[in-house]
């Protein structure tokens, strides 16, 4: 019987342009919303929202968004480098 070939994870650099955003990131990880420190690990391209609320995200150009009454549950498909503890009232987020 043959041997079974071996899965290799993905390497996201070897996929062309536009497509490299859809690559799953496994670096996950739980944010704390701070109006001074980034994201622990870098920026998240998405947000997983675990409790309903606000969030204010803050966008490229250092300007804080606020998503309003975002429902648990919700992936927020936003690149961001922070999450102000200021006007964010969601819980259990997660950068993606």
């Not at 996929?15 to 001074?36: E, N, W, Y």
């Not at 250092?62 to 503890?85: D, Y």
């Amino acid at each position: 019987m043959p041997a079974a070939k071996r899965r290799t994870p993905l390497d996201p650099q070897s996929i062309p342009g536009a497509l490299q955003g859809m690559v799953p990131d496994s670096s996950f990880r739980p944010v704390t919303p701070s109006d001074t420190y980034p994201i622990k690990g870098g920026p998240a391209r998405a947000l997983y929202v675990g409790g309903a609320g606000d969030v204010a995200a803050v966008n490229e150009n250092g300007v804080a968004v606020v998503f309003a009454g975002v429902p648990a549950g919700a992936v927020l498909p936003i690149t961001t480098s922070r999450v102000n503890a200021t006007a964010t009232t969601a819980t259990n987020i997660v950068a993606l």
